[in-house]
């Protein structure tokens, strides 16, 4: 068992592996599938690739992608492509994020698995061990196979289902060509998988076996697609009505159908029944500490399904400011609209009479370092009082981090006419756009890049019980005629974890579209730099409001007049700060209709005419 759990995970944390081929479905020093399936060990290995599959997102950039940041590495392969879907440059033949011939390469290599996984030839002195593990593999090879559809899904909405894997014969390549399942029967096949499978995995995993699939992934996955199938995008969307195969076979359902969200929400209350998980709160006297945490330790109470990651510096050194002695290269810069999102401390809106939100002045206080409160000053009022999740995931003006290691706070406003003074990147390298923030979460306060000591010891959370809570208040909320306690009740939770007050607060918050706004706004802040964002703004049908127009950050590159025109030192730190606070514009971005889908790759439908094509493309 040992050896197979060294296997499994040398394999998941050595990174995505290269699909090349079609049909490279062995590792290449064996010639084909017959080898790998009559050794018990090679199939085991076979089983750890696919893990390996699963997505990989602690360093995506899917954050940029949508309106939480920008990406201003400009000269960078990955902020190219993160500019193409800002801008709507992207197209069918030019998709980064979709993934369309690797998915079906992962899906044969499970359809193999399954099918050939019963007759794998066991040494007669492991029949007992592997008459339990075998039914366990063939159990998280359909749950992977399920996964990699629902990815396929949340892309393209109706997708061919293939159950076998067939081999190509070029002299008949109709023998191979497929039509598209409808939404409905792509959805009715991840939830029957999920349904079939749960029973036979386990509800928890011993800790050598952390990171395989349980019953709780198996029902978070089922909880996770009804949800996205209730919602507007799939739902009664008319947009999609007319999509049809060639035989006339409608793929999208053009009718609204109520029951979907009940069907969402009684799939999340099974994970929440499960009894498994609770949510991270190790800290219940530190608001910040007690969200933060999660993110750069091996979490294992709320964590309902981990991406196991290996001991790693390279998400903090991507995020970390740039100056020193930060030493970091401040990868992403979140966007003034997504800090507006954060509500001050007493729960309201920082829109909302009563609020006392206050954009202008300063104060003095104290801030959580990640490793201890620190005395701060001269505090834009901008962030003081806010939810603690702000604290605890952003970098801004003056805040600080590891203050008895780095001597000082962050600063992100102009600081001088070189590059080092400030530590956004303000001139020079790549980032000459106005910048202002950095993202926080998820790095760890053990490592210090200043020093080169410590390491980042976390997992990436594919799954975690705070979706789940807020899955089923969404699901709820929108079955109901207005919310009711079994709404309030899990969104409740999740703020209670981070000392927010309860909901209902506003007089809005007691209506159904009131609330709607709530849950949103609580998934953008909760879940924030998760990938969820970009999927969540699509399946809302809200992409095209949010992620259209101007975007904004703060004044960290003022013009000369302004500097001049505040009668101080124009190199000095005080003039940069004088002029900062004010949004600016860093990108216009384009959203239309077509892009909530995305398209099939044009090569396929080249290859396979029985493709037909997604509303727009």
Known sequence: MKKTTILLFAAMLAGSVSCQKYLDVVPAEYSSADDVYNNINLTEQALARMYNALPDEMTAYYTACTDETYHHWFDNGEAINAYKYNLGSWSTNDNPLGNWSGRYQDIRRANIFIDRIDNVPIPLNRASYYEIWKPRYKAEARFLRAMFY?????????????????????????????????????????????????????????????????????????????????????????????????????????????????????????????????????????PVQNYAAQFYTRDYTETILPRIMGNSVTVDANQLPNGAPFKGSGKYTPLQQFIDTYEMKNGYPITAQGSGYNNTGTWSGQLWDGLKFQNVTNI???????????????????????????????????????????????????????????????????????????TGTRNFPLFRLAEVYL??????????????????????????????????????????????????????????????????????????????????????????AELAATGLNVTSEAAGVAVFYKPVVIQTRNFEDKHYLMPIPQTEIDKDPNLVQNYGW
Not at 194 to 212: H, K, M, S, V, Y
Request: proline fraction near 5%; include cysteine; charge should be positive.
């Open 150 to 286: 629902f990815e396929l899904f949340k892309r393209y909405g109706a997708v061919p289902i293939l159950t076998s894997a067939k081999d190509v014969n070029p002299d008949n390549l109709e023998d191979t060509q497929v039509s598209r399942n409808s939404v409905d029967e792509v959805v009715g096949f991840i939830t029957s998988e999920c349904d079939a499978i749960a029973d036979a995995l386990p509800p928890t995993q011993e800790a050598a076996q952390t990171g395989r699939i349980t019953k709780g992934a198996a029902l978070s996955l089922k909880a996770r697609t009804l949800l996205y199938n209730a919602s507007p995008l799939f739902n009664g969307n008319p947009l999609y009505s007319n999509i049809r195969n060639k035989d006339g076979k409608a793929l999208f359902s053009a009718v609204y159908d109520r029951e979907k969200w009940k069907k969402a929400a009684d799939a999340a209350k099974a994970v929440i029944d499960l009894g498994t998980y609770s949510l991270y709160s190790p800290y219940p006297n530190n």
């Open 380 to 454: 834009s009022n901008m962030y003081k009082d806010r939810d603690p999740r702000f604290y605890a995931s952003i970098f801004f003006q003056y805040t600080v981090w590891r203050f008895d290691a780095m001597k000082r706070p962050v600063r992100l406003a102009w600081f001088g006419s070189g590059n080092g003074q400030t530590d956004g990147w303000a001139t020079g390298k790549s980032g000459t756009n106005p910048l202002g923030y950095n993202v926080r979460k998820f790095l760890s306060p053990d490592y210090d890049r200043n020093a080169n000591t410590g």
């Open 471 to 560: 899955n089923y208040a969404e699901a709820m909320n929108e079955y109901l005629e207005a919310p009711d306690q079994s709404v309030y009740q899990y969104i409740n939770m999740v703020r209670a974890r981070v000392s927010m007050p309860a909901l209902p607060i506003l007089a809005d918050d007691q209506t159904k579209n009131g609330m709607r706004k709530r849950i949103q706004n609580e998934r953008r802040v909760e879940l924030a730099f998760e990938s969820h964002r970009f999927w969540d703004v699509r399946r809302w049908l809200i992409a095209k409001t949010v992620d259209k127009g101007e975007v904004h950050t703060l004044n960290a590159r003022p013009s000369a």
